[in-house]
């Protein structure tokens, strides 16, 4: 800008904008684990006060400083400022192709976000004495939690989540009240009588009834109660999980955990629905360590496993749980909730399809449910703002009529065509890939192929809260093929 004789007054106002932000939201941060710490306290749900009122005077001291730099926020964003722009360090910048962007030193070591997180990963392995991960889990990192969180509540408990989240007797009025939230909770209830299992419909549905408990912001002091149960850092140690690199720290800006079921405490492993607590008797025979890691996003997924592959001795099992949209020229193609496999997976800047099933098929591991296989295109966001863009993209496939959407499985698969021939013949005969993707959402695009649709606007379809259903079944049935020995 300065070179182009241009000011740079509004860029220093924006860094002024960006640090008030940056400060007040830590602010909010610290407020909102104050509060919940003085209520763990209040309701006597600790037996480590030393240590919560430690924290409460260190969060407390902490607000003091924030509050005293907002009130001098314009000339310290000033400082910083001046101190970036007089620095004298050579920066380049490189993008790719996927639309990444990298700001590097000249001439420094090309140090990517996967590299330094599987570096922090390998170090906190050693430093906590745990094996290196048998399998590998990429998804959303929240959802093995309260799986595993399943065991935590009693049935009179679940009884009174169902009378709050799944009530049988809904009169018109209320459901005036919120049409929406009503008409999704029958949804719900369909999706559960459609599952052939019942111990694992009922599973399926305490998963769904902790989900809305995790995400209840009500007064009732009984479910606030159990909400607190829920996120107690003693509920952390039951079930077994070690947070390995917390999201403060971590490369990826998401929480890696890593399961040790044999750690998982013996009255919640009793407690667990019967389909739950089965896989994970099999996952503790079978000496497994399960590293949970966050939905990556585009080509992180593969910087990231080849990464792990690089550091860890032996080989691991993939497990990818991810949601994908759907675009179809059809009301009469996948439906919303449905679990899905690719055929094929495109990528929007290379008309060359992968052939995933022939090319990984020994590694994928079939799955007792009904899979719908499908089409998938790699794209940069998972949604248009045009639906004849999606159109125009449809049309020019020989599939056509209908794509499933996501927006790192090519890299994904292109990754895995050039790693998995590096294995021994025995590693081959090991190794398992498990691919459980769901149907998320969906949008009905205006079909010009049949006449009397034409015009028709789009129309998009989300699961929203019958979201727990399917990322139930495809996360129990990603462990239950992990746990399968070969």
Not at 241 to 247: A, C, E, K, Q, T
Not at 288 to 307: F, H, K, R
Not at 420 to 448: A, F, G
């Amino acid at each position: 800008l300065q070179q182009k004789g241009e000011s740079i007054v509004p860029l220093q106002h924006a860094m002024r904008r960006v640090y008030r932000k940056h400060i007040t939201s830590e602010m909010d941060m610290l407020h909102k684990k104050l509060t919940f710490h003085h209520t763990v306290l209040e309701t006597n749900g600790s037996t480590d006060i030393d240590r919560i009122d430690r924290e409460i005077s260190q969060m407390s001291a902490r607000i003091e400083v924030l509050e005293a730099k907002l009130l001098n926020i314009d000339s310290l964003a000033d400082s910083l400022f001046k101190k970036w722009l007089s620095r004298s360090d050579d920066l380049k910048i490189t993008s790719a192709y996927q639309g990444q962007i990298r700001l590097n030193k000249l001439g420094e070591h090309d140090q990517t976000a996967a590299k330094m997180a599987t570096k922090l990963i390998k170090e906190r392995l050693i430093e906590r004495q745990i094996d290196e991960p048998t399998d590998v889990l990429f998804g959303n990192d929240y959802s093995i939690r309260i799986f595993l969180s399943l065991g935590l509540f009693n049935e009179s408990e679940f009884d009174q989540l169902r009378s709050v989240f799944l009530p049988t007797n809904i009169s018109k009025s209320v459901r005036a009240s919120n049409p929406e939230w009503y008409s999704q909770l029958d949804q719900v209830k369909i999706a559960l009588e459609t599952l052939n299992e019942n111990a694992v419909a009922t599973a399926a549905e305490k998963f769904f009834l902790v989900q809305q408990l995790s995400l209840y912001g009500g007064n009732d002091q009984n479910l606030k109660s159990l909400r607190l149960r829920l996120f107690s850092p003693e509920t952390f140690q039951k079930i077994g999980l070690i947070r390995l690199v917390s999201s403060s720290e971590s490369p990826l800006a998401d929480p890696i955990d890593v399961l040790e079921p044999q750690s998982i405490s013996t009255e919640l492993m009793a407690n667990l629905p019967t389909p739950v607590r089965e896989v994970l008797k099999r996952v503790v025979q079978n000496n497994q360590v399960i590293m949970s890691v966050p939905y990556t996003l585009g080509n992180l997924t593969a910087q990231t496993l080849e990464a792990f592959s690089q550091t860890f001795e032996q080989p691991f099992n993939i497990a990818f749980m991810g949601k994908v949209g759907n675009a179809s020229a059809s009301n009469d193609s996948i439906s919303v909730g449905e679990l899905t496999l690719p055929t094929k997976v495109y990528n929007q800047f290379n008309e060359e399809p992968l052939v995933v099933i022939n090319t990984i098929s020994q590694f994928l591991v079939e799955s007792g449910l009904p899979i719908h296989q499908a089409v998938m295109m790699t794209t940069l966001a998972l949604t248009f703002q045009e639906p004849g863009e999606m159109e125009a993209l449809m049309e020019s496939l020989p599939e056509g009529r209908a794509l499933t959407l996501d927006v790192e499985l090519y890299h994904l698969m292109s990754w895995l065509q050039t790693y998995l021939p590096t294995l021994s013949e025995e590693q081959r005969q090991k190794h398992k890939v498990v691919l459980r993707y769901y149907i998320s959402d969906k949008t009905i695009l205006p079909r010009y192929f049949d006449q009397e649709a034409h015009g028709q606007d789009k129309i998009s379809q989300s699961l929203g809260m019958r979201g727990s259903i399917p990322l139930f079944i495809a996360l129990f049935d990603i462990l239950n093929q992990l746990a399968e020995k070969n």
